[in-house]
């Protein structure tokens, strides 16, 4: 039993090429930087390492006691369209991701769309790609969508509404096209259901408990004290189910913490910090690429929290960090969620085929629009 747990915990360590890859390009920009090395605890987020680890656990929970597949099989027998029923999910994570920010929307929609794979034909692997574009598309519309928005709309002092009427005409095309692109991509004719896979056993108790311990952990992290609340989402599982702890993505815990200290060892660099001097004189389309490579490099969120140092809190800064999202996994950490709880392989080239053809025209789009909200 022992030696079963331990494999279920630490084989996924092993298995993890993009988290090898993030630590040697930290034991590498280490070497130029061995001063560093007694700084790493504080170059991580640890707000966000514990919002994340939470989010997981609960997450979890939630798809063990069976309640995904509930919904699935409701949803199945009400939309049986694969079209319709892809519209739906993409529509549906764009909305959420609004008022819910990106990361807590993927959290919702793509478990519940994995659980469909176990009981239709659908192509889960294509549909959650198109969910992490959706909620990248919408979070960009309201101040509250993702983390790069907050940072924005606070050092801008617009109003709530100003914000949303400077982000829509971006949101508004970005999404059309992603719908048009979800209306192809997805064949119009019934789902095959798989009426030979058994029905998961759903366990109400750990559904409530799922439930009351996410409402507790989400007050917690409002009033400030996240970490007690993890605490208490832990021990609760310790006690319900202890799947749970054993199931999550622990690799991607590690793989957020060394990407914290990865960005701050590269932003450290002599000659990078010689070349952000420079930036507050460079034209607004040198301030609108250098968002979106940034983000590209470093992921949009620490694009952002760098160049809002050198570029004013404005339209043309919003518009390049979020349609920076797009593109490399990396320039969003939304993205990287969505396809590590995918578990497919093959996903990160499918992503990539879609996410840099979008990277394209929302950064296009984005540039041309501009003039209309500035």
């Known amino acids: 039993m022992m030696t079963q747990t331990f494999s279920m915990l630490f084989r996924p360590f092993l298995r993890d090429r993009f988290l090898h890859i993030l630590l040697l390009l930290g034991v590498i920009l280490t070497v130029f930087q061995p001063e ?3 700084q790493f605890i504080s170059f991580v987020d640890w707000n966000t390492i514990v919002t994340l680890l939470g989010l997981l656990m609960l997450t979890k929970g939630v798809e063990l006691s069976g309640y995904f597949d509930v919904v699935g099989r409701k949803m199945i027998n009400t939309l049986d369209n694969e079209r319709w029923l892809a519209l739906f999910l993409v529509t549906a994570a764009a909305v959420l991701s609004t008022f819910m920010t990106n990361d807590v929307a993927l959290f919702i929609v793509v478990p519940l769309t994995i659980t469909l794979k176990k009981l239709t034909s659908l192509p889960v692997t294509r549909l959650i790609v198109f969910e992490a574009l ?4 919408g979070s960009l519309l309201t101040p509250v969508g993702n983390p790069q928005n907050i940072l924005l709309w606070n050092r801008s002092g617009q109003s709530f509404l100003h914000f949303i009427a400077q982000m829509t005409p971006l949101a508004l095309v970005t999404m059309a096209a992603l719908l048009i692109v979800t209306w192809i ?3 119009s004719h019934s789902l095959k259901k798989k009426e ?3 029905q998961s056993t759903f366990s109400k108790p750990l559904l409530i408990s799922c439930v009351v311990l996410y409402l507790l952990f989400i007050a917690c992290v409002d009033l400030g004290f996240a970490r007690y609340g993890l605490v208490a989402v832990l021990v609760g599982f ?3 189910s202890r799947q749970v702890l054993l199931r999550i993505d622990w690799p991607l815990i590690l793989v957020f913490i060394t990407m914290f200290v990865d960005v701050r060892l590269i932003v450290g660099l002599g000659a990078l910090q010689q070349a952000l001097g420079s930036i507050a004189g ?3 389309y040198g301030h609108y690429l250098l968002g979106l490579g940034l983000s590209q490099v470093i992921s949009n969120v620490p694009a952002t929290i760098l160049l809002v140092n050198y570029v004013p809190a404005n339209a043309l800064l919003a518009y390049a960090v ?3 999202g797009f593109g490399l996994v990396i320039g969003s950490l939304a993205n990287l ?9 093959k996903i990160w080239i499918t992503f990539h085929y879609y996410s840099f053809a979008f990277l394209a025209f929302s950064g296009l789009v984005g540039w041309w629009l501009l003039p209309l909200v500035a």
């Open 36 to 38: 560093k090395a007694s």
């Open 185 to 187: 991509s997805f064949p």
């Open 196 to 198: 030979s896979q058994s």
């Open 337 to 345: 969620i969505a396809l590590r709880m995918s578990g497919e392989k």
């Open 238 to 240: 310790l006690v319900m």
């Open 134 to 137: 959706a909620v990248n598309a």
């Open 322 to 324: 979020n349609a920076g």
């Open 282 to 284: 460079l034209p607004d």
